[in-house]
């Protein structure tokens, strides 16, 4: 960690404090206070520690979508002050949704705009309940999305969901299945389904590649070009697709297996981020349980070309990670479970080069896990 070299010094100008340092059911009772209404009420127990597992900034910047262990989604609206204030501003949540189940994922919609409120919304995807589109500033669903097994008649449980850029469709990943939903298909279910084990029928014609196992992130490369979704597993499997997921898929291959030129394979618990470099060249990869960042080419598909050390990352949590484009290059944030947040500095050449890549700087965002 090279705190030294940052190129700015990173101040908090906003925190919701200690308001949800606590149980579920402390949580309920102070948010409660905070709010002077009802808004808080929850069946959840009142034992679990009710920790961030997601953040996500809307597109415009102008707010934050979290999830918590109390099976809530809270809407943050930033302050029009935020960065004019010498102390940080107290948050407390605009709107809070409570779902019936635990939240596997959310995704906020790439139009969002709070001068807007039709585009305020987001997706949710909880446990044995169809998908639900809701309204970002209210406790409203907007719209239902049911993804059904065809042999059980069970509800799917996805555990990625993924908006396209244009905002008409949405991607979802299971248990070994990628389904493609038209939003404006209310109470309907997906437009496309693309199983990621291949059929018996297939396996007999000699087409048996595929990939077992709960698809966990969901990443669409940049907009240079066609746009390819790469599928990553919590079995450490890794499938990219043509046009957005509904062409062929391009290709298949597990991180498990050792690089030709390295002897043994980088270790991982399975896939929790997929990050597309601005160019769509490279694919950043990172796993639950390991301290690395796995860099492939997909140019040469399945080839890694180096890595990312230097985080911490011993949990089973989904830590925070993203890319952001930086003058002749781009850098790689990650969050890691000691709350300090890392970054890369990268260009082609650097990992053309080098095999390894320790962070170029480094700041201590919180006490607890970086998850977003």
């Known amino acids: 960690m090279n705190q030294g070299n940052s190129p700015v010094e990173p101040k908090c100008v906003a925190t919701s404090g200690a308001l949800y340092q606590c149980s579920v059911s402390e949580a309920q009772r102070r948010e409660s206070l905070k709010l002077g209404s ?79 409120p039709s585009t305020a919304c987001f997706l949710a995807a909880t446990r044995d309940h169809p998908i639900h589109l809701h309204d970002a500033l209210t406790p409203l669903i907007r719209a239902t999305y049911p993804l059904i097994s065809p042999t059980t008649e069970k509800y799917v449980t996805p555990h990625s969901i993924l908006w ?31 199983p990621t084990i291949p059929s018996k029928r ?49 290709a298949v291959f597990s991180i498990a297996q050792a690089d030709p030129e390295e002897s043994t394979s980088a270790s991982g618990a399975g896939i929790t981020s997929l990050e597309w470099s601005p160019c769509g060249r490279y694919l ?10 796995l860099v492939y080419d997909i140019r040469v598909t399945g080839r890694r070309v180096g890595s990312l050390i230097g985080r911490t990352a011993a949990s089973n949590q989904r830590l925070g990670t993203c890319v952001v484009p930086a003058g002749q290059g781009h850098e790689f944030w990650a969050g890691s479970d000691d709350g300090v947040v890392r970054v890369w500095r990268l260009t082609g050449e650097d990992l053309d080069v080098s095999k390894q890549l320790g962070p170029s700087w480094a700041w201590k965002a919180h006490n607890g896990m970086t998850l977003g």
């Open 284 to 293: 950043y990869v990172a796993e639950r349980k390991s301290a690395e960042i």
């Open 202 to 250: 297939k396996k007999i014609v000699g087409g048996g590649v595929g990939m077992k196992g709960i698809i966990s992130a969901l990443s669409l490369s940049s907009p240079i070009g066609n746009r390819i979704l790469a599928a990553g597993t919590f079995t450490r499997m890794i499938g990219l697709y043509d046009s957005e997921g509904s062409g062929d898929c391009i």
């Open 164 to 194: 396209s850029p244009c905002g008409l469709r949405f991607i979802c990943g299971s248990d070994a299945l990628i389904s493609i939903f038209d939003v404006s298909r209310i109470g309907a279910g997906p437009v496309e389904s693309h």
């Open 38 to 116: 009802g808004q808080g009420s929850t069946s959840s127990g009142p034992s679990e520690s009710n920790i961030f597992k997601s953040a996500q900034w809307s597109p415009d910047g102008t707010c934050i979508l979290t999830s918590s262990e109390d099976n809530k989604v809270r809407t943050f609206v930033m302050p029009v002050d935020l960065l004019e204030n010498d102390n940080p501003h107290a948050l407390t949540p605009f709107s809070i949704t409570l779902k019936a189940e635990p939240v596997y994922c959310t995704s906020i919609y790439p139009g969002f705009n709070l001068q807007d």
